[in-house]
């Protein structure tokens, strides 16, 4: 297959372009962003309280013959600010619902080992993980195609997993590659070996020693880009929440440079 081709068939398969989970998340736990969500319940509150207001009010101050006219209205950015909560909101709960519960709790190698996760764990979570494939055509060229075969040759060696499955439409789901094997970590708990009843892994003494860390790695970068259509709802609104949240700022930053350009 030419490069162009390739390159052609990686594009119609890529999927949505949209944030990592991890990105997300760090948009999300922003303090700014995080600091949105008392406006949610904020504005509702003061618009039910302003209701019975008049939309302007004149006052006389100092015994003044022209009055000075204040404006009972919410100022607009408010509602800005309250959708852009409410934005924020919406893409943290698809956050919560969606990303894998391995990648959201740990989201790196060093958190998975200080909390003690075993070679075993990661097998039990891989396999329940891959289920989500069963029964379902997953392209070689796609990011998870491409991720989940990433994983596969880095625990069972080199080898065309989602192309053979994709082609041969028969064979073992992927979950049962890591249901039937074994990783057996050493007493360092930084490598490991693979002991499987699928070949090559009858002989699991003559497999080479394996990283660990690579091994999360790899599980977590296949989990990154998991639900690609929901993350980009997810992504959709955090960029609305944050383009929101920009207008007041920008509004207010040119309001204090024209009065200190006004003021020189």
Request: aromatic share 14%.
């Amino acid at each position: 297959m030419s490069k162009s081709r390739v390159a052609r068939d990686k594009s119609s398969h890529s999927g949505w372009e949209a944030f990592k989970w991890t990105s997300l998340r760090t948009i999300l736990d922003n303090k700014v962003v995080a600091s949105t969500s008392v406006w949610i319940f904020l504005l509702p509150v003061m618009i039910s309280f302003t209701q019975a207001f008049p939309d302007h009010l004149n006052i006389f101050p100092f015994n003044s013959r022209d009055p000075l006219r204040l404006s009972l209205q919410l100022p607009y950015n408010w509602y800005l600010l309250y959708f852009s909560a409410l934005f924020f909101a919406l893409a943290r709960f698809i956050y919560i619902l969606f990303c894998p519960s391995f990648l959201r709790q740990y989201g790196t190698a060093a958190k998975a080992n200080a909390a003690g996760i075993t070679t075993e764990v990661i097998k039990d979570s891989a396999t329940q993980y891959l289920l989500r494939f069963q029964g379902r055509e997953l392209h070689p060229l796609s990011d998870e195609g491409m991720a989940l075969d990433t994983l596969f040759n880095e625990v069972f060696g080199l080898g065309r997993y989602v192309e053979n499955k994709f082609d041969g439409k028969n064979i073992d789901p992927f979950s049962d590659w890591f249901l039937n094997a074994t990783l057996v970590e050493d007493s360092s708990g930084g490598l490991y070996r693979v002991n499987s009843n699928k070949p090559p892994f009858t002989q699991p003494d003559q497999q080479p020693n394996k990283s660990k860390n690579l091994l999360i790695w790899r599980f977590l970068e296949l989990q990154e880009i998991s639900s690609p259509f929901v993350r980009v709802i997810s992504s959709m609104l955090a960029i609305a929440g944050a383009v929101l949240l920009l207008i007041p700022a920008t509004q207010g930053f040119l309001s204090v440079l024209e009065g200190f350009l006004s003021y020189q």
